[in-house]
């Protein structure tokens, strides 16, 4: 038989489903289950959903390093309880005032990776001490704590964190994967190979029995260091210190007043008209928002099918975000190239209720998977590579420059009824571009196709990453495959593990019953978490 005649291929036949969680004490949802238990935690001690989110993202540094951690950037949105407009905590990605463009020469090559950009000489941009941003998530942390906590301890906090350091990352198969997936670069930086390539290889689970851990180099003293000495000792005390003289001796920018500058910034969230009936609560700015913005404009007034959508209503959303997309690379920056992306994004979401209501909706992220794959040594801190969001051609309308901040994909919303009566969403996604196909078909599935929860999480979707084609689940209809394939370019893939064709969201829905939420379905360790013993879990 010719191999064209074979079907597709599949890298799996199973049916997956994950577990709602509901209750009216709080809920927790993340990307893995341990962190989510930890910010749960919090809520059953009297924490509210803000002290919750603080500290599932110091423990998720330790339980799934790769996707956020202590070297990373993000945007929180925060709405307390009542009130009618949300907040944003805005710790994104700038780069160090000494950036020079100088260090990034091109070598006339295309590079395809993240984004298909012109290749820096050495990849200088996507991994090493030359790609870091600074470090604003301690600062972005800090600030959600401080204006919005309950003034519990930042050590009480920062305890579920600092145990899991210390007893080190799970050694199971889905660790294997991702440090596989990175080792190549990895074994180029002394203390990353020494920490996730012991004997020169990525850690493998036993044959049988329970997976043991892995040592996290120096973290879980730094975490302690925090608990003692304070979040602004990360930005103007011992652990700056160290920071920068890590990176300088590994021949990075960011320096000990870069630190001792970084602050995370309070503003009102920007709201977004969903039909008559809802406002969308935005991050702003640089991040997916404003085109989201024009994508849910676009699809003002589609016919809308009874409990699901149709064929003709996916061809729409194909046609209306590839033309987004068209409008965000050329008028945002022609930033982030024209291709979609083809390596793995390094982004995790968190999404929190509290028994009064309050709601965070959380993106952090250290870019890549494995950020600059870079370990400082003094501090076991691995770093982002934020560098990589710029355009490298230094007439781009995105280019790289020094106290810069590049346009990013991170799309955290809430949605809050106009009229005050009705449900409440929270939610986002990891990613990269393709976070926000997943958010807008996330809210569109709950608000205008009335799917429950459990329902929605499970859907299968579309993604568009940029205007040359779209993506659509295997699980799709055969009609609306057609009507999508009628659209534009088109292919159809499987949502699984890996290879990653489609983000990963999360989401907590609150009504007058409770709350309930569910975590990204093919996300082997994400879970949403109930408060208490009371709080009930469902699967399918």
Same mark, same amino acid.
Request: charged share 20%; hydrophobic share 45%.
């Given at each position: 038989?010719?191999?064209?005649?074979?079907?597709?291929?599949?890298?799996?036949?199973?049916?997956?489903?994950?577990?709602?969680?509901?209750?009216?004490?709080?809920?927790?949802?993340?990307?893995?289950?341990?962190?989510?238990?930890?910010?749960?935690?919090?809520?059953?001690?009297?924490?509210?959903?803000?002290?919750?989110?603080?500290?599932?993202?110091?423990?998720?540094?330790?339980?799934?390093?790769?996707?956020?951690?202590?070297?990373?950037?993000?945007?929180?949105?925060?709405?307390?309880?009542?009130?009618?407009?949300?907040?944003?905590?805005?710790?994104?990605?700038?780069?160090?005032?000494?950036?020079?463009?100088?260090?990034?020469?091109?070598?006339?090559?295309?590079?395809?990776?993240?984004?298909?950009?012109?290749?820096?000489?050495?990849?200088?941009?996507?991994?090493?001490?030359?790609?870091?941003?600074?470090?604003?998530?301690?600062?972005?942390?800090?600030?959600?704590?401080?204006?919005?906590?309950?003034?519990?301890?930042?050590?009480?906090?920062?305890?579920?964190?600092?145990?899991?350091?210390?007893?080190?990352?799970?050694?199971?198969?889905?660790?294997?994967?991702?440090?596989?997936?990175?080792?190549?670069?990895?074994?180029?930086?002394?203390?990353?190979?020494?920490?996730?390539?012991?004997?020169?290889?990525?850690?493998?689970?036993?044959?049988?029995?329970?997976?043991?851990?892995?040592?996290?180099?120096?973290?879980?003293?730094?975490?302690?260091?925090?608990? !003692? $000495?304070?979040? +602004?000792?990360?930005?103007?005390? =011992?652990? /700056? %210190?160290?920071? &920068?003289?890590?990176? *300088?001796?590994?021949?990075?920018?960011?320096?000990?007043?870069?630190?001792?500058?970084?602050?995370?910034?309070?503003?009102?969230?920007?709201?977004?008209?969903?039909?008559?009936?809802?406002?969308?609560?935005?991050?702003?700015?640089?991040?997916?928002?404003?085109?989201?913005?024009?994508?849910?404009?676009?699809?003002?007034?589609?016919?809308?099918?009874?409990?699901?959508?149709?064929?003709?209503?996916?061809?729409?959303?194909?046609?209306?975000?590839? !033309? $987004?997309?068209? +409008?965000?690379?050329?008028?945002? =920056?022609? /930033? %982030?190239?024209? &291709?979609?992306?083809? *390596?793995?994004?390094?982004?995790?979401?968190?999404?929190?209720?509290?028994?009064?209501?309050?709601?965070?909706?959380?993106?952090?992220?250290?870019?890549?998977?494995?950020?600059?794959?870079?370990?400082?040594?003094?501090?076991?801190?691995?770093?982002?590579?934020?560098?990589?969001?710029?355009?490298?051609?230094?007439?781009?309308?995105?280019?790289?420059?020094?106290?810069?901040?590049?346009?990013?994909?991170?799309?955290?919303?809430?949605?809050?009824?106009?009229?005050?009566?009705?449900?409440?969403?929270?939610? =986002?996604?990891?990613?990269?571009?393709?976070?926000?196909?997943?958010?807008?078909?996330?809210?569109?599935?709950?608000?205008?196709?009335?799917?429950?929860?459990?329902?929605?999480?499970?859907?299968?979707?579309?993604?568009?990453?940029?205007?040359?084609?779209?993506?659509?689940?295997?699980?799709?209809?055969?009609?609306?495959?057609?009507?999508?394939?009628?659209?534009?370019?088109?292919?159809?893939?499987?949502?699984?593990?890996?290879?990653?064709?489609?983000?990963?969201?999360?989401?907590?829905?609150?009504?007058?019953?409770?709350?309930?939420?569910?975590?990204?379905?093919?996300?082997?360790?994400?879970?949403?978490?109930?408060?208490?013993?009371?709080?009930?879990?469902?699967?399918?």
């Amino acid at each position: 038989m010719p191999a064209d005649d074979l079907a597709p291929y599949r890298t799996q036949t199973w049916t997956v489903t994950k577990p709602t969680a509901s209750g009216r004490d709080g809920i927790v949802v993340a990307q893995n289950r341990e962190a989510a238990e930890a910010g749960a935690a919090i809520l059953a001690r009297g924490g509210n959903a803000a002290d919750a989110a603080f500290a599932t993202a110091f423990a998720l540094a330790a339980v799934e390093p790769w996707n956020s951690g202590l070297g990373g950037i993000g945007f929180a949105l925060v709405l307390p309880p009542g009130a009618g407009a949300a907040t944003v905590v805005d710790f994104g990605p700038v780069s160090s005032r000494n950036t020079r463009v100088a260090d990034y020469p091109l070598t006339g090559a295309v590079k395809r990776d993240l984004f298909t950009w012109p290749e820096v000489a050495g990849d200088r941009n996507v991994h090493g001490p030359l790609s870091f941003c600074i470090p604003s998530a301690v600062a972005g942390y800090a600030a959600l704590h401080e204006a919005f906590g309950t003034g519990l301890p930042v050590a009480d906090l920062l305890g579920p964190a600092l145990a899991l350091a210390r007893r080190g990352l799970a050694q199971d198969w889905f660790t294997t994967l991702k440090i596989a997936s990175s080792a190549s670069v990895l074994r180029l930086y002394e203390e990353s190979a020494r920490i996730y390539l012991p004997g020169g290889l990525p850690p493998v689970p036993p044959y049988q029995g329970m997976p043991g851990f892995l040592p996290l180099g120096r973290l879980a003293e730094t975490l302690e260091r925090l608990a !003692e $000495a304070g979040l +602004r000792d990360f930005y103007e005390g =011992g652990i /700056a %210190q160290e920071l &920068a003289a890590d990176i *300088a001796a590994l021949g990075g920018v960011i320096d000990r007043e870069d630190l001792a500058g970084c602050r995370a910034v309070i503003r009102d969230a920007p709201t977004i008209a969903w039909g008559e009936d809802h406002l969308v609560h935005t991050a702003g700015g640089l991040t997916a928002a404003p085109t989201l913005a024009e994508v849910i404009a676009g699809m003002g007034g589609a016919a809308r099918s009874s409990g699901a959508p149709d064929a003709a209503w996916f061809a729409r959303l194909s046609t209306v975000m590839r !033309e $987004a997309y068209a +409008r965000r690379l050329a008028g945002l =920056g022609a /930033a %982030q190239g024209s &291709a979609r992306e083809s *390596a793995e994004t390094c982004t995790t979401h968190i999404t929190v209720v509290d028994r009064d209501g309050m709601l965070v909706s959380m993106t952090t992220t250290l870019l890549s998977s494995m950020g600059s794959r870079v370990v400082l040594p003094k501090t076991g801190i691995l770093m982002n590579n934020g560098v990589m969001w710029f355009d490298p051609r230094p007439d781009s309308a995105n280019p790289i420059a020094p106290g810069a901040r590049p346009l990013c994909n991170m799309c955290p919303v809430i949605v809050t009824p106009r009229d005050g009566d009705g449900p409440r969403l929270a939610a =986002g996604a990891s990613g990269g571009r393709r976070i926000l196909a997943s958010v807008y078909q996330t809210l569109a599935f709950l608000l205008d196709f009335g799917m429950d929860p459990h329902e929605a999480a499970h859907a299968p979707r579309i993604d568009v990453s940029g205007p040359d084609g779209t993506s659509a689940d295997a699980r799709l209809s055969p009609e609306i495959r057609t009507a999508l394939a009628a659209a534009g370019p088109l292919a159809v893939v499987e949502h699984g593990v890996l290879p990653i064709n489609f983000a990963c969201p999360n989401f907590v829905r609150v009504d007058a019953s409770g709350a309930t939420g569910c975590s990204d379905v093919q996300s082997p360790w994400s879970a949403a978490v109930a408060a208490s013993a009371e709080d009930r879990t469902r699967s399918a």
